[in-house]
Antibody, heavy 116, light 110 residues
Framework: EVQLVESGGGLVQPGGSLRLSCAAS????????MSWVRQAPGKGLEWVAN????????YYVDSVKGRFTISRDNAKNSLFLQMNSLRAEDTAIYYC?????????WGQGTLVTVSS | QSALTQPPSASGSPGQSVTISCTGT?????????VSWYQQHPGKAPKLMIY???KRPSGVPDRFSGSKSGNTASLTVSGLQAEDEADYYC??????????FGGGTKLTVL
């Protein structure tokens, strides 16, 4: 059974940093692109970033370029999102998702709140 | 990277059919057959319902179907049931390894 479990969310002040993690199991993690998708409170879904199976390519939505970094550790079946210079508008539930021309599996999400 | 356009709400009575539209551009929906639809119940993670415009993952009832014409994709739910009440989001590949979602449609079963 495919499982994705996010962690690392919490309350952070504007300008602060946070590192999200996603632990994957039930599939060959090193064989798939992975994405982070976020959802602001009461709002829709927004794709944030993705990373190629071997970690060699990374892509971001314009609003987080230069502030967020996606990475992975295939040996530990883990996906990460390093978030720096956080803004109030980054407040959202962050989901990791397995990507194969769609988002077939999602974690339960982790809430990031940016507020003073 | 503009969001796809969905109607904010849709509704139907049990047993009826409802169709939700998703309008993009020639750079996303109109250019790729990588349109997918997601169902999200309150407080839950999204669930894939349709992928590659018309395909259903195993376990998704055949009451759910998808189609596309030009820059607009559609999700049709036939034989509405109470458990279909949820938010629905479309998504499309937008090129250069990027993705775009629609704003979401709240489906109400009357």
């Amino acid at each position: 059974e495919v499982q994705l479990v996010e962690s690392g969310g919490g309350l952070v002040q504007p300008g602060g940093s946070l590192r999200l993690s996603c632990a994957a199991s039930g599939f060959t993690f090193s064989g798939y692109w992975m994405s982070w998708v976020r959802q602001a409170p009461g709002k829709g879904l927004e794709w944030v970033a993705n990373i190629k199976a071997d970690g060699s390519e990374k892509y971001y939505v314009d609003s987080v370029k230069g502030r967020f970094t996606i990475s992975r550790d295939n040996a530990k079946n883990s996906l990460f999102l390093q978030m720096n210079s956080l803004r109030a508008e980054d407040t959202a539930i962050y989901y990791c998702a397995r990507e194969k021309w769609n988002f077939g599996y999602w974690g339960q999400g982790t809430l990031v709140t940016v507020s003073s | 990277q503009s969001a796809l356009t969905q109607p904010p709400s849709a509704s139907g009575s049990p047993g009826q059919s409802v169709t939700i539209s998703c309008t993009g551009t020639s750079s996303d929906v109109g250019n790729y057959n990588y349109v997918s639809w997601y169902q999200q119940h309150p407080g839950k993670a999204p669930k894939l319902m349709i992928y590659e415009v018309t395909k259903r993952p195993s376990g998704v009832p055949d009451r759910f179907s998808g189609s596309k014409s030009g820059n607009t994709a559609s999700l049709t739910v036939s034989g509405l049931q109470a458990e279909d009440e949820a938010d629905y989001y479309c998504s499309s590949y937008a090129g250069s390894h990027s993705w775009v979602f629609g704003g979401g449609t709240k489906l109400t079963v009357l």
